[in-house]
């Protein structure tokens, strides 16, 4: 069945691969920046954390994100409702052992960058790490993130984490996404 699945999804990815999800833009390269789910959490180590970001072509907030131990480059993007990975990310998980069948919720239809609808599955994310200055950390547990087909499309953060994080301003003079206090 985890061989089916692969297959699957390889195949999903493949066969939409050009389809258009976010436009042109790629991620920065990923290079080290720093010295409604059941059962979401949230947890914060320090009463505030700086985060690093920089802005994309596009505006959008890029941080460095850790998915279940997994390091990955996100855009921070008000308008994806949910954390989305691109089914290239996915594969890199699942080949590491850090997504399995356990983890598969479903499929839902999904609308995105251009405007048509696509199927897309969703499995949960245990451990979203999102790294600050000073070894300060924000940690989210059981995430639930889509995976877009589109190997090509950008990995975002959306609202079902950005709800979900304590009082946060951007801070565009120093580049950090500054958050206080307990959610």
């Known amino acids: ?48 954390i700086e985060v690093p970001f920089k802005r994309t072509g596009g505006d959008l907030a890029e941080i460095q994100v850790s998915l279940n131990g997994v390091p990955f480059n996100m855009w921070w993007d008000t ?3 949910m954390l989305c990975i691109s089914s290239l990310e996915f594969t890199k998980m699942y080949k590491e052992g850090r997504i399995t ?44 993130a889509v995976v877009s087909g589109n190997s090509n499309a950008p990995s975002l953060i959306g609202q079902n984490v ?12 120093t580049g950090m996404i500054e958050f206080e206090g307990q959610r």
């Open 101 to 144: 069948d356990a983890d598969y919720k479903g499929e839902i239809a999904t609308s995105i960058a251009d405007g048509s609808t696509v199927k897309s599955q969703v499995y949960t994310i245990r451990e979203v790490d999102i790294q600050g200055m000073g070894d300060k950390w924000l940690r989210l547990y059981n995430v639930d």
């Open 1 to 48: 069945m985890m061989k089916q699945r692969f297959l699957t999804v390889v195949f999903v990815a493949l066969s939409v691969m050009l389809a258009a999800c976010g436009g042109k833009e790629k991620p920065s390269p990923r290079v080290d920046v720093w010295g409604s789910n059941d059962g979401l959490r949230v947890s914060m180590d320090a009463p505030k």
């Open 79 to 81: 308008g994806a409702s």
């Open 162 to 173: 950005i709800q979900q994080l304590p009082k946060h301003t951007f801070n565009e003079s």
